[in-house]
């Protein structure tokens, strides 16, 4: 089993969010946000704060890669410019990312490999 089957199966995971509920039970249950019991709610202002929290890791991550781009709606939006002209869209507040033409990922991953193949690593 992968390491999120192993947790939503002893409880420690909700079973439909994979997100964290606390110690394990020995039996699948779902979280509290997703109609379970567990946990306390998120606090208020969570999301704003969650948000705020990967934009900046966003910025950092773009300060690092040296590619043109193009801030828009106070940083909500951003526009990646390839060497090789392509575009990429990247909405950093929601972690997800999209090829212009391709499909929306939310792969960080991806898109970290797609920018080292066209630029190369740097440290």
């Not at 946990?39 to 773009?62: I, S």
């Not at 507040?93 to 970290?112: C, M, P, V």
């Not at 080292?116 to 440290?123: A, D, T």
């Amino acid at each position: 089993m992968s390491f999120y089957e192993d947790n939503v199966a002893d409880g420690s995971h909700g079973m439909s969010c994979c997100g964290l509920i606390g110690v394990d039970v020995g039996y699948p249950r779902a979280c509290r946000n997703c109609g379970g019991e567990g946990t306390e709610p998120n606090p208020e202002g969570h999301t704003k704060r969650v948000k705020a929290e990967a934009m900046q890791r966003f910025d950092v991550w773009l300060s690092k890669t040296g590619l043109p781009h193009k801030k828009h709606n106070n940083g909500f939006h951003v526009v990646l410019t390839l060497p090789d002209g392509r575009f990429i869209d990247v909405w950093p507040s929601t972690k997800k990312w999209q090829l212009r033409g391709d499909h929306i990922s939310r792969n960080g991953k991806a898109l970290h490999g797609l920018v080292l193949q066209q630029l190369g690593p740097w440290s």
